[in-house]
């Protein structure tokens, strides 16, 4: 009879077998694989097994080319260096004859030899005896400065030697132009003659300059006509260099020249320099180049005229003559010029225009920080004119007049720039490439709100792209300027200081206009920030008279309150301008009322009371705006213009007692709104607040006092929020009510030496535990009863150290011990009690 295992008992023995079966599997093939590799071993130098493997083949370290320049290099340099022993050693062995024949012979060779040596196809072998051969030259030269002509200056005699060699190698090199040596070399000597001569002759500053603006003339035209592109790019190198240098050194004489004529001199210098760059710039095929060619030119222009007029004009009219050449050449982005020419000088016209603000920055920021000086000053009495009430002590002003006007010229080129910004969107004709596509500038041709960019190809139809600076920005940039020169103005025209600080009045009106009235959202909110600076200068500018002061905030409260009902009525009113306003006109309302107080010599209390009523005034215009959205704003506003009128009151108890109801009535009256209610426990705080500051006026010292006040509305709120929703927690509506008396209280009972405190407490205690345990309330039962057991341990506590002091030292110990092992023994009943304490307290509310 056969036994058959049960399933899983089978199933489990396959699975035992499978993974013996796998062990020994993977034996024998490590074994297998070992016999193989000791067989390979063994028979390896009888028959070597083939790799089908392609075998790693190491790279030369130098390729054929590589090692014949190299060694023709060498070879060259030997070959020279031999030269110039045999010119300065030997060459005094050998008469006269000997030494022309040597010398004569030798340049020959090597400059004839690469004509054979290129028919061969030889090309590094003729570079390199062409080098030797243009090396010789040199030393040729030498040679004949020494013995033909010792007598002749050193300076003159290598210009002219410079100039022969420029004009002998550049001839071979258009013979051989497979050479790529000697047309380069021929620019680089080409770079000496001028400079050389003018050093030579004598020439001055002047002439030394000249001379290299003309080497660098020279090298544009050289650069722009050989189409070699070596030669082009050593042509332009040594171009940038000379016309740098030229141009720096004739900047240093414009700007150092102290009469009209040697300024005239380093401004026909600058002007040279200026012609180069912009004929280069037309010529130059590139357009990015093309463009800072053109920025260079148009920089030297004005540094032209500005050194010219720096000498002509007094100090007070350089900057604004230079700033009227720079308007000046603004006529050149109007014409049919190549876009290019027109964004560089642009960009130089703009860079310009940003230098003569700069200059005025210093006059603008000692006009902006003056009026602050007023704080300290307080009603001490008008200053003579605008300039002594503006302008700050210590700080530069730089002809304030002049100033103004500049920022004013500045302004008007930016609106006129403004104006023309959206014919950037329109596309103009242009060279076109390859029939599909034309050039459309990325910026019109404005002065400088037009920055110099490159252009870009896009398909004929194809919307333009738009322009760098949007004619909003280019307005706001405009109306700061002007906003800038107005505020300069009064105190440089040395106005009054009544008419000084109604200008600024009327200046801050004007914006405020334009920011209510302003479609652009840029436009509204740079006029409103302006506004606002203007106002906040002119209320410090006020402070030095009594009426200035009241008269200037009334005037700002009314202006603000205006701009923002304008603002408010617009069909399509920007966002941000009539909250800002709003909160603009409640401060200045504030300020207002600070102020009244103090004109009217109220003590700082009396004037915190005062000052209520912007609070009180914001109440009732959020209670009549409703749910406008200005609401916010006015009752923001209100709430911190309340805030400092009951910070003034601290000083006196009494009226910070009155100023805290009084703010409480304020929050009342809010919280009678359906969407105000939670602003009602603001207004309980407050009344709470002014209730503890009577309290301590009057002296008392009683806790309950201070703490009854809170748990009454605190437990009638909680009565009220359980009737409304009867899943509300005790704690959250009882225990805090519960908690701010009995607490204090029991704290003050622990440290009353009378019967009378925890007595009252006692009882107190006893009723909410009751309560709490009628109601099934947790809060209520568990603080009622830990007060109630707290305060009767304090009542007993004096007995208890009494019972403690008469029994033996040994006693405590003990009962601890016994008390201890009936909780152990009796720990699995304790257990269930406590389980069942537990959830009788969580079945509680």
Not at 438 to 462: F, V
């Amino acid at each position: 009879m056969t036994n058959i295992p049960p399933p899983a008992e089978e199933l489990r023995f396959l699975d035992l077998e499978l993974r013996r079966l796998d062990a020994r599997r993977a034996q024998l093939l490590q074994r297998r694989a070992w016999l193989i590799g000791v067989l390979r071993t063994a028979t390896a130098p009888a028959s070597a097994p083939v790799s089908t493997a392609p075998r790693p083949v190491r790279a030369p370290e130098a390729s054929p080319p590589n090692v014949q320049n190299v060694l023709l290099a060498l070879g060259g340099i030997l070959l020279t260096v031999a030269a110039i022993a045999f010119t300065l050693v030997s060459w005094g062995h050998l008469g006269i004859g000997g030494r022309g024949a040597v010398l004569a012979a030798v340049t020959l060779t090597a400059l004839g030899v690469p004509a054979l040596l290129l028919r061969r196809k030889l090309r590094s072998t003729a570079e390199t005896v062409a080098a030797l051969g243009i090396a010789l030259t040199v030393l040729d030269a030498y040679a004949l400065h020494v013995v033909a002509l010792p007598e002749a200056d050193a300076l003159g005699y290598t210009a002219a030697a410079s100039g022969v060699l420029a004009a002998l190698w550049a001839a071979y090199g258009l013979v051989f132009r497979e050479l790529r040596l000697p047309l380069p070399l021929a620019v680089a000597s080409a770079q000496l003659p001028l400079f050389l001569w003018a050093r030579a002759a004598d020439a001055g500053e002047h002439g030394t300059v000249a001379a290299l603006l003309v080497t660098a003339a020279f090298d544009v035209a050289v650069a722009l006509r050989v189409g070699d592109t070596g030669v082009r790019a050593v042509t332009a190198v040594f171009a940038c260099a000379a016309g740098l240098w030229g141009a720096a050194g004739a900047g240093f004489l414009s700007w150092s020249a102290t009469d009209l004529p040697g300024a005239a001199r380093a401004g026909a210098l600058l002007l040279l320099a200026a012609a180069i760059a912009l004929v280069a710039a037309w010529l130059i095929t590139p357009a990015p180049r093309a463009t800072g060619a053109a920025f260079a030119g148009g920089l030297l222009v004005a540094s032209a005229a500005g050194g010219v007029l720096r000498v002509a004009l007094p100090d007070a009219w350089t900057v604004p003559g230079l700033l009227a050449c720079a308007v000046v050449m603004l006529a050149v982005v109007r014409t049919a010029l190549p876009r290019p020419i027109v964004r560089g000088v642009a960009g130089a016209v703009l860079l310009v225009h940003t230098l003569a603000v700069l200059w005025t920055l210093p006059t603008l920021v000692s006009a902006l920080a003056g009026p602050v000086n007023r704080a300290g000053k307080v009603w001490s009495g008008a200053p003579p004119n605008a300039a002594d009430a503006v302008f700050a002590d210590g700080l530069p002003v730089h002809h304030p007049t002049m100033a103004s006007l500049v920022l004013a010229v500045v302004a008007g080129v930016l609106f006129a720039g403004a104006r023309l910004l959206p014919l950037a969107t329109t596309q103009t004709p242009g060279r076109s490439e390859g029939g599909s596509a034309t050039r459309t500038p990325t910026a019109p041709a404005t002065g400088p709100t037009a920055p110099p960019g490159s252009e870009t190809t896009a398909p004929p139809g194809s919307p333009a792209p738009a322009p760098a600076v949007t004619p909003s920005v280019a307005r706001a940039g405009a109306l700061v300027l002007l906003w800038a020169a107005g505020f300069v103005l009064p105190p440089a025209l040395e106005l009054p200081y009544a008419a000084g600080v109604t200008a600024h009045i009327a200046v801050a009106a004007a914006l405020l206009g334009a920011a209510a009235r302003a479609g652009s959202r840029v436009l509204a909110l740079t006029s409103l920030s302006l506004a606002g600076a203007s106002s906040v200068s002119v209320a410090f500018l006020a402070l030095a008279t009594t009426s200035a002061t009241l008269g200037t905030l009334a005037a700002l409260t009314a202006l603000f309150l205006a701009a923002t009902v304008v603002a408010a009525r617009r069909p399509e009113p920007v966002a941000g301008v009539a909250p800002a306003a709003v909160c603009a006109a409640v401060s200045y309302a504030a300020a207002l009322a600070c102020a009244s107080g103090a004109a009217m010599d109220l003590r700082p209390e009396h004037t915190g009371l005062l000052m209520l009523v912007v609070p009180a005034l914001a109440a009732l215009a959020a209670a009549r705006l409703g749910r406008h959205p200005l609401t916010p704003p006015v009752e923001i506003t209100g709430a911190v213009a309340g805030g400092l009128a009951i910070v003034l009151t601290t000083g006196h108890a009494t009226t910070l007692a009155l100023a805290l109801a009084l703010g409480g009535v304020i929050a009342a009256g809010t919280a009678l709104r359906a969407d105000r209610r939670p602003v009602g426990y603001a207004a309980g705080v407050l009344f709470l607040l002014a209730t503890w500051v009577r309290l301590a006026a009057w002296g008392v010292g009683t806790p309950e006092a201070y703490t009854l006040p809170v748990t009454v509305p605190a437990l009638v709120i909680g009565v009220l929020r359980c009737r409304r929703a009867p899943e509300t927690s005790s704690w959250a509506a009882y225990g805090p009510g519960l908690a701010a008396t009995l607490l204090p209280s029991l704290v003050a009972a622990w440290s009353d030496a009378h019967w009378q405190r925890p007595l009252l407490l006692g009882t107190a205690a006893l009723l909410i535990t009751l309560t709490g345990a009628r109601y099934r309330l947790q809060a209520p039962l568990l603080l009622g009863g830990t007060v109630l057991v707290l305060d009767a341990l304090h009542e007993l506590a004096p007995y208890i150290v009494q019972v403690v002091d008469a029994l033996p030292r040994w006693l405590p110990p003990a009962l601890a011990g016994l008390l201890l092992l009936a909780i152990g023994a009796t720990y699995e009943k304790r257990l269930r009690d406590a389980r069942r304490v537990r959830d009788v307290l969580g079945r509680m509310h």
